[in-house]
C-alpha cells in the first residue's frame, strides 16, 4: 500500500525555523518527483513546492511565497522528503501536505497525498 | 503565473443528478490540468489528471473535459459521498497554481 506520513509540523514563534518530514512507503521512492503543497485555515489549496528525482539531479522548484525561506530536500536511502523553513511568518500557519507526482505520458501529476501536519505560526 | 478561476464557488444538488464545474485558465495551458476532491477535515484526493484522465480508483460517475484554457469536471449522477470541495490545478509552468475551490453540498 502506498503511504505518505508527514510529521515535525508544531507551534512556532514568528521568525522561527521548523523541519517538516515525509515518510513514504509502497513504492520506489527514489523514481518520483515529490510536491509539497499547504493549506491555510479555511482557506484553499497552496502549491509550496517541488523536489524532482535523481535523474533530474535533485533540482528544486518553489512558490515565491517561500522562495529563499524554505528548502526541500530528499533522502533517497531513507525514503524521506524534507521541507526546511526558517524565517517562518504568521503566513506560513497552514496544513502542510506531501504529494507523490507520478509521470503518465508527459503529464507529471500529484496522484497520492499524505494527511497532512499542521504548521501554526504565533508569538 | 498562470490564474484559475472555478466557479461556481459553491452549489447544492439533490442525489442523482449531473454536476458539472468549470475551471479557467488565465492562458493556454494545453491539457496540463488536474482535479482534486477534499472533504472536510481530510486530505485532497486526486481525480483526474491530463484533462480527461482518471486516477486509479476514482469511479467512473466522474469525467473531465476540455483543453487550451477552458475545462470542467462532471459528476454524472452525484452521490452523498461526493459532499465536498473540488479544486482544479494547473501543471503546464511553474508555479503551479490551484483554482479557488467549489464546494458541493448534497440537498
Known amino acids: 500500500e502506498v503511504q505518505l506520513v508527514e510529521s515535525g509540523g508544531s507551534l512556532v514563534q514568528p521568525g522561527g525555523s521548523l523541519r517538516l518530514s515525509c515518510a513514504v512507503s509502497?513504492?520506489?521512492?527514489?523514481?518520483?518527483?515529490m510536491d509539497w503543497v499547504r493549506q491555510a485555515p479555511g482557506k484553499g489549496l497552496e502549491w509550496v513546492g517541488r523536489?524532482?528525482?535523481?535523474?533530474?539531479?535533485?533540482?528544486?522548484e518553489y512558490a515565491a511565497s517561500v522562495r529563499g525561506r524554505f528548502t526541500i530536500s530528499r533522502d533517497d536511502s531513507n525514503d524521506s522528503l524534507d521541507l526546511q523553513m526558517i524565517s517562518v511568518q504568521t503566513g506560513d500557519t497552514a496544513v502542510y501536505y506531501c504529494?507523490?507526482?507520478?509521470?503518465?505520458?508527459?503529464?507529471?501529476?500529484?496522484?497520492?497525498w499524505g494527511k497532512g501536519t499542521t504548521v501554526t505560526v504565533s508569538s | 503565473d498562470i490564474q484559475m478561476t472555478q466557479s461556481p464557488s459553491s452549489l447544492s444538488a439533490s442525489v442523482g443528478d449531473r454536476v458539472t464545474i468549470t475551471c479557467r485558465a488565465s492562458?493556454?495551458?494545453?491539457?496540463?490540468l488536474a482535479w482534486f476532491q477534499q472533504k472536510p477535515g481530510k486530505a485532497p484526493e486526486s481525480l483526474i489528471y491530463?484533462?480527461?484522465s482518471l486516477e486509479s480508483g476514482v469511479p467512473s460517475r466522474f469525467s473531465g473535459s476540455g483543453s487550451g484554457a477552458e475545462f470542467s469536471l462532471t459528476i454524472s449522477s452525484l452521490q452523498p459521498e461526493d459532499s465536498a470541495t473540488f479544486y482544479c490545478?494547473?501543471?503546464?509552468?511553474?508555479?503551479?497554481?490551484f483554482g479557488g475551490g467549489t464546494k458541493v453540498e448534497i440537498k
Open positions: 504529494a507523490r507526482v507520478t509521470a503518465t505520458r508527459a503529464h507529471y501529476h500529484m496522484d497520492v
Open positions: 509502497g513504492f520506489t521512492f527514489s523514481d518520483h518527483y
Open positions: 523536489s524532482r528525482n535523481k535523474g533530474n539531479s535533485y533540482t528544486t
Open positions: 492562458q493556454d495551458i494545453n491539457d496540463a
Open positions: 491530463g484533462a480527461s
Open positions: 490545478q494547473q501543471y503546464k509552468s511553474y508555479p503551479l497554481t
